[in-house]
Nanobody, 118 residues
């Protein structure tokens, strides 16, 4: 049974930093892309950052480029999102996702709330 468990959300002030972690278990993720999505109230879920599990290649949404960093630890099966220079518009529920085209896997965590006050 695949599980993605997020942690690290909270309430911070604008300009502060937060580090989100996603603990992944239940299968090998070598063929997967791991991603962070977010959904703000009244808005659609959007991609924040993506990392290839095997090669570590990354993608960032323009809105977080230069402020957020995604990384993975293949020995600990974790994916981390380091968020610096947080802005009120970063307020959302952040979700960890594991996706693979090759085997059709698409798994989601339960989400963690990030609130940035101005």
């Amino acid at each position: 049974q695949v599980q993605l468990v997020e942690s690290g959300g909270g309430l911070v002030q604008a300009g502060d930093s937060l580090r989100l972690s996603c603990a992944a278990s239940g299968r090998s993720f070598s063929a997967y892309e791991m991603a962070w999505f977010r959904q703000a109230p009244g808005k659609e879920r959007e991609t924040v950052a993506i990392i290839g599990w095997s090669d570590g290649s990354t993608f960032y949404a323009d809105s977080v480029k230069g402020r957020f960093t995604i990384s993975r630890d293949v020995t600990k099966n974790t994916v981390t999102l380091q968020m610096n220079g947080l802005k009120p518009e970063d307020t959302a529920i952040y979700y960890c996702n594991a996706y693979s085209d090759s085997d059709g896997g698409d798994y989601w965590g339960q989400g963690t709330q990030v609130t940035v006050s101005s």
